[in-house]
């Protein structure tokens, strides 16, 4: 299930890897508010012959809690709702059910309080992956984003050479196990004590694959 689901990034490309090593029935949901994301969210369903049901409006608490009535278990939940995680996450029903049901959640943040409340309120999960809020300012200063992407919203080109310098001069990134990385909202991937054992679980800087069932 995706929460903010632009064009089905992880849900998508979850499907298309089962699809490929252990075919076996999937549900795919989609939740996507913009119409134009929705609709590119329609066209990789179709063009990869995926079965999901996209539906086209915000998420909040009440639409969760509804589609997740009769889902016995969730693999993976992915909010990126653009500041709206915070009312979400805040709700006792909501946080009942990610103990109970969701086996791992792909969080992003927009600001720094909201990524605070999620260290906070994950403390007893699995951290897989975290980065802190990032550098929205600076990388304005040094023209990777345009002032006007607020508004236009259009394609970007790529930074020249000397904005990187710049950043690097002004240590506007974070050093994570996959090097600098100048990024803008926060982000987590989180396990589910309840379901994976923490002594088997698969973090980002580990260099060879660790399998394990989950726990019943």
Same mark, same amino acid.
């Given at each position: 299930?995706?929460?903010?689901?632009?064009?089905?990034?992880?849900?998508?490309?979850?499907?298309?890897?089962?699809?490929?090593?252990?075919?076996?029935?999937?549900?795919?949901?989609?939740?996507?508010?913009?119409?134009?994301?929705?609709?590119?969210?329609?066209?990789?369903?179709?063009?990869?012959?995926?079965?999901?049901?996209?539906?086209?409006?915000?998420?909040?608490?009440?639409?969760?809690?509804?589609?997740?009535?009769?889902?016995?278990?969730? &693999?993976?939940?992915?909010? &990126?709702?653009?500041?709206?995680?915070?009312?979400?996450?805040?709700?006792?029903?909501?946080? @009942?059910?990610?103990?109970?049901?969701?086996? #791992?959640?792909?969080?992003?943040?927009?600001?720094? &309080?909201?990524?605070?409340?999620?260290?906070?309120?994950?403390?007893?999960?699995?951290?897989?992956?975290?980065?802190? @809020?990032?550098?929205?300012?600076?990388?304005?200063?040094?023209?990777?984003?345009?002032?006007?992407?607020?508004?236009?919203?259009?394609?970007? @080109?790529?930074?020249?050479?000397?904005?990187?310098? @710049?950043?690097?001069?002004?240590?506007?990134?974070?050093?994570?196990?996959?090097?600098?990385?100048?990024?803008?909202?926060?982000?987590?991937?989180?396990?589910?004590? #309840?379901?994976?054992?923490?002594?088997?679980?698969?973090?980002?800087?580990?260099?060879?694959?660790?399998?394990? &069932?989950?726990?019943?």
């Amino acid at each position: 299930m995706e929460l903010g689901a632009r064009w089905g990034t992880w849900g998508c490309r979850g499907v298309a890897f089962l699809r490929r090593v252990n075919p076996m029935p999937y549900r795919l949901i989609l939740v996507e508010p913009k119409k134009v994301h929705c609709s590119g969210a329609h066209m990789v369903l179709k063009l990869n012959s995926l079965e999901g049901e996209l539906k086209c409006t915000h998420a909040d608490a009440a639409l969760f809690l509804k589609l997740m009535e009769d889902v016995p278990h969730l &693999d993976l939940l992915h909010i &990126d709702i653009q500041g709206a995680e915070g009312p979400l996450l805040a709700d006792p029903q909501v946080r @009942q059910v990610l103990e109970s049901k969701v086996y #791992r959640i792909i969080l992003g943040t927009h600001w720094e &309080d909201m990524y605070r409340f999620a260290v906070d309120i994950f403390q007893a999960w699995i951290t897989v992956f975290s980065l802190p @809020q990032g550098f929205y300012d600076c990388m304005e200063a040094v023209g990777i984003i345009p002032l006007a992407l607020a508004i236009s919203r259009v394609p970007l @080109q790529l930074p020249e050479a000397h904005a990187w310098a @710049q950043l690097r001069s002004r240590s506007c990134f974070h050093t994570t196990p996959l090097g600098r990385v100048a990024n803008i909202d926060g982000s987590f991937i989180l396990d589910n004590p #309840r379901f994976v054992n923490a002594s088997r679980a698969f973090y980002l800087n580990d260099m060879t694959l660790r399998m394990d &069932d989950l726990i019943k």
